[in-house]
Every structure is written in structure tokens, then in C-alpha cells.
């Protein structure tokens, strides 16, 4: 693909029109999203320095910064560069995650970009990425095959694959749903295979508890709903119900709704 024709696919029209359910600029909702994201990178991370790998307009690169973060962001839009914040405009630039980065980070940021590489690319892409930080927070649709510019729409299982090629797993303690609910947390992990595999059969063995005490409630709430019903319906057919209609009925019969006696009975009761 020219460079024209990725300037092209990546202009104001896709930020204006491919970027979810509104358009991407920099409004109090994309603000307040990555307020978010920020500050939950700043308080479960701790990273001292970031890249944002596709940053568009650098938004999360000037929520960082405002937290004290060493933040950098790079994307191969001219147009998304172009549209940065001044007081972040000297620490974003035009770029590829195909091409060898500025330096390492603590922390790599990748939010929906990947997908938007062909496959060849995007298995070049996550290498590089993992040549340049020991941490990558990896957010990449499994289910958009509609939108134009996604080429390699793929599962979570197919990235975490990916980064496994280079002793990347995913830190199954981490909950990215903050960004998506397809996010997830890659570390290096330079320990032998027994012990990623036992931290893997922890939290898989937590999961299977939780779960079944899941299952556990919603069967005992069934219970407790069905018994529910089967009251109701005694009631229903039962003695005392059959009174309380008689009652009711012989109540309309004699004071019928919005007559004399009802208005006199309510002015009695102070109604």
C-alpha cells in the first residue's frame, strides 16, 4: 500500500465517520474516556514512561502528561498529528509500528490498530512492539469485519499467540475492560514455562470457583422464585383470596368508582 493511498484510508473522513458510534475529535466524551484510561494506567501500572502506538489525535499522550507521565505517541495518519493539542504537539509524531520506534517505554499503549494491518504486518508490528517494552496494553476488535480498514479482524486467542512467539502472555490478574472488553495486558515473562503455566492454573482455577458459585446462586434464585409462583398461585385459588374478591366485588357493587358514595367515603377518610 502507497503512502498515499494510507494517508488516504486514514484522512478527517474516517475520524469523522469510522471511529465507533461518534466522531473521534477532541469533545468532553473522547476526554473523559481517556481520563479514564489514564488514570487507571497510572494507578495499576505505574509506568514512568509510555508510548501510545497509534496515538490519533494524542489525547491519551495529554492525559498522561497531565499526570506526570513521560508520554509519547506516534501514528501514520499526517492528518491525526496534525490534529494534536498544542501543549502535547513536540511529543507526537507521524510514524508506523512497523518501523523501529524512537526508544523502550515501561508501558506500550495500542488501542484498536492492529486489526487496521494486514496480516503479514500486524505479526511484524506486535515484534516490534515487543522489542521495545516488557508491557503492552493491547486493545484490537474481534468482531468489526465491516469497517473498511480493518484487514486482520482476529480473536483475542489469535494475538495472545501472537505475542507468545516472543515470551509475551497475558496478565490474566489484569482487567483491561476499562477500554474494551477484549483489552488485555501483555508482560515479557523470562521465568521457565512451569511457572506461567501455574499462574495460568491459578486464575483459571479461581475462575471455575467463582463461576460455579455463580451457578450455585442462580440455580438457588430460581428455586426461590419458583417457590414464589407456586405461593402466589395458592393464594390465588385459596379461601382467603376468594373472600378478598367477594369483598372487593360486593365493595364496586355498593360504592361504585367516581360516584356520590365514593366521593362522600373519601371526603370522610380525607382524601
Request: net charge negative; glycine share 4%.
Amino acid at each position: 500500500m502507497s503512502e498515499a493511498d494510507v494517508q488516504g484510508l486514514f484522512s478527517e473522513a474516517y475520524y469523522r465517520s469510522h471511529c465507533g458510534d461518534r466522531a473521534y475529535q477532541h469533545d468532553e466524551a473522547w476526554q473523559n474516556f481517556f481520563d479514564i484510561v489514564a488514570e487507571r494506567i497510572v494507578t495499576d501500572i505505574q509506568p514512568k514512561t509510555v508510548l501510545d502506538a497509534g496515538c490519533a489525535y494524542g489525547i491519551l499522550v495529554e492525559r498522561l502528561r497531565a499526570r506526570g507521565v513521560e508520554a509519547w505517541g506516534i501514528d501514520i495518519s499526517e492528518y491525526a498529528i496534525s490534529q494534536v493539542a498544542p501543549a502535547v504537539r513536540d511529543f507526537c509524531q507521524v510514524g508506523s509500528i512497523l518501523d523501529p520506534l524512537p526508544a523502550t517505554y515501561d508501558l506500550i499503549v495500542s488501542i484498536e490498530v492492529v486489526e487496521h494491518l494486514p496480516e503479514a504486518d500486524s505479526m511484524r508490528a506486535i515484534e516490534n512492539l515487543c522489542r521495545h517494552s516488557n508491557d503492552i496494553l493491547l486493545s484490537s476488535t474481534p468482531y468489526d469485519y465491516k469497517e473498511p480498514t480493518h484487514f486482520n479482524v482476529q480473536p483475542p486467542e489469535y494475538w495472545a499467540r501472537q505475542f507468545a512467539r516472543h515470551s509475551f502472555y497475558r496478565d490474566l490478574e489484569f482487567d483491561g475492560s476499562f477500554i474494551t472488553p477484549w483489552a488485555a495486558r501483555f508482560r515479557r515473562l523470562a521465568g521457565p514455562a512451569p511457572e506461567v503455566i501455574q499462574n495460568y492454573e491459578r486464575v483459571m482455577w479461581r475462575m471455575k470457583n467463582e463461576l460455579s458459585e455463580l451457578r450455585g446462586l442462580a440455580v438457588e434464585q430460581h428455586r426461590l422464585l419458583k417457590e414464589h409462583e407456586a405461593r402466589w398461585a395458592e393464594l390465588e385459588t385459596g379461601a382467603t383470596w376468594k373472600m378478598v374478591e367477594k369483598i372487593q366485588h360486593l365493595r364496586t357493587k355498593l360504592i361504585p368508582v367516581g360516584s356520590r358514595r365514593e366521593r362522600w367515603l373519601r371526603k370522610i377518610r380525607g382524601k
